[in-house]
């Protein structure tokens, strides 16, 4: 358990996202091949596991490993101009 994980709030939010049928198809059937090995108490303690992981790569490969300033503003909808 990484240190950014302690950081943590103890408070839990709901989070919506799209993401293609086929991508979450292949999620569930990893889920539920490998919840009891992987140790996972649910489907949304994996999802918050993969999220912690590309977190913690963007914040390694981008801000030397310190977590990013947070914010409360929303953030943009649709997809970033450029793109």
Not at 17 to 26: A, C, K, Q, T
Not at 42 to 53: G, P, Q, T
């Amino acid at each position: 358990m990484s240190n950014h994980d302690q950081e943590a709030p103890a408070r839990r939010t709901s989070v919506t996202f799209y993401l293609s049928e086929g991508l979450r198809n292949r999620a569930r059937a990893a889920y539920r091949s490998t919840s009891f090995e992987e140790r996972d108490s649910s489907w949304s303690e994996m999802l918050n596991k993969a999220l912690i992981a590309e977190v913690e790569r963007r914040e390694a490969e981008y801000n030397r490993g310190e977590t990013f300033a947070a914010s409360e503003a929303p953030l943009s909808p649709g997809r970033p101009i450029g793109f």
